[in-house]
């Protein structure tokens, strides 16, 4: 992973330094045809795959493509990855001697397959992972796991659970409801804008943020205006392939710890969090990045200061039918208070107390426009 430099000092030396992560990512519209020989070509024997029950004819698809390396099916992909259906999937991958999973479905069923592998020991080269993403989450493009136990969600990182091989196949996103295509968009642009300010940011970082909100936004736009346009879709697939390799080189900051912490400890749906928060968390953050901020509204087709980010951010996501209101997520005003006193962060480019985080909370609460 990059070494964590301070990115003002690291430009104004001109020096940065940036890991390319390894991976495959195949694109295309009828590439789910190809997971089964992408798996061979890895050298999995026996694939368990993990889906959303949204993505059961997908996954009947791979069922059938694998024959002889199918080695299972797990059901019950739960939001944000509760321990319990971890450990359970953990024990039917031990008794199936897998040594791959192929996971179909959002964040969520990418999220299990990662549980599964960041734990198993059995096998030397650890579980190789194939990721068939119908969300725009973008997990799939990062080392980053996640679990939540007792209310708290808790994060790492870890090689291990990187998938070797991404299959983006619009066709498995075309129906996809749109208040959760526009959720989903959400969280992925979450991953472009915080990119630009998280510690580890380097210019590289940069290009694939921007040009990344520039399809997520660009591909949003299209299916608001019709939500079965393929190209869009595809559109919308690379975007959250860049957001996720964003994420993955620039790692999380204060937008992304505050939505982990609403998620675990509240239970907020995590992708429409995202949005009720990031224009917030923007129009504090942005300021201190302004030659990014400015990248990044261009890409949203704007031209303006760092506060009008924020607010291209809002408006993109208020038209798109997008709660921008925690409220409307079921948060109080006593949580978002209590969300507060306890939190803290470091390395956010602009120095934020417990009265900052408040402001942040109370004005995702009620959807202040910035
Ligand atoms: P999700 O996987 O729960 O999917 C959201 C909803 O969409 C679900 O109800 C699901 O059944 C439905 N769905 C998925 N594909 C569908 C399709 N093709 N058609 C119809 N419905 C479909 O959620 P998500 O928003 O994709 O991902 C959120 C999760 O991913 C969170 O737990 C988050 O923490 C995690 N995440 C992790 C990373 C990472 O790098 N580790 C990055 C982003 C998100």
Redesign the pocket.
């Known amino acids: 992973m990059p070494r964590p430099v301070d990115s003002a000092e690291a430009l104004s030396q001109g020096a940065f330094v940036h890991t390319f992560l390894p991976g495959r990512v195949v694109f295309g519209a009828g590439s789910l045809e190809r997971v089964a020989d992408e798996a061979a070509a890895l050298g999995v024997r026996r694939a368990l795959i993990v889906a959303?029950?949204?993505?059961r004819d997908?996954a009947d698809a791979v069922e059938a493509q694998l024959k002889d390396r199918f080695a299972g099916r797990i059901d019950g992909?739960?939001?944000?990855?509760p321990t319990e259906v971890a450990e359970n999937a953990r024990t039917k991958a031990g008794v199936a001697e897998a040594d791959a999973i192929i996971a179909i479905?959002?964040?969520?069923?990418?999220?299990l397959a990662?549980a599964i592998a960041r734990t198993h020991t059995r096998r030397p080269g650890g579980l190789a992972i194939v990721a068939v993403?119908?969300?725009?989450?973008?997990?799939?493009?990062?080392?980053?796991?996640?679990e939540?136990s007792g209310g708290s969600?808790s994060?790492g990182t870890d090689l291990k659970?990187l998938p070797r091989v991404v299959v983006y196949d619009p066709v498995?996103?075309?129906?996809?409801?749109i208040t959760?295509t526009a959720?989903?968009v959400a969280?992925?642009i979450a991953?472009c804008v915080e990119a630009v300010w998280t510690p580890k940011a380097d210019p590289i970082t940069d290009i694939v943020a921007v040009e990344g909100l520039r399809a997520l936004s660009a591909g949003l736009r299209a299916v608001l205006a019709e939500s079965e346009d393929l190209d869009a879709r595809g559109k919308l697939l690379y975007g959250a392939c860049l957001a996720?390799s964003a994420?993955?080189t620039a790692g999380t900051g204060l937008h992304h710890k505050l939505?982990?912490l609403l998620?675990g400890t509240y239970g907020l749906?995590?992708?429409e969090t995202h949005a009720a928060v990031l224009p917030q968390v923007t129009r504090i953050n942005a300021p201190a990045v302004p030659e990014s901020a400015a990248r990044l509204s261009a890409a949203l087709g704007g031209s303006t200061d760092a506060v009008g980010l924020a607010r291209q951010l809002f408006d993109l996501f208020d038209g798109a039918g997008v709660a921008v209101k925690l409220r409307e997520l079921g948060l109080t005003e006593e949580q978002a208070d209590a969300a507060a006193a306890g939190f803290d962060v470091t390395g956010n480019p602009v120095v934020v107390g417990e009265d900052e985080i408040r402001e942040i909370l109370r004005r995702a609460l009620d959807g202040v426009r910035p």
């Open positions: 959303t029950n949204s993505a997908a992909v739960a939001q944000h990855v479905g959002g964040g969520s069923a990418v999220g990662k993403p119908t969300t725009y989450a973008g997990s799939e493009m990062t080392p980053v796991w996640g939540t969600k994060t659970v498995l996103s075309q129906h996809l409801p959760v959720a989903s969280n992925a991953h996720g994420l993955a939505c982990h998620g749906p995590h992708a």
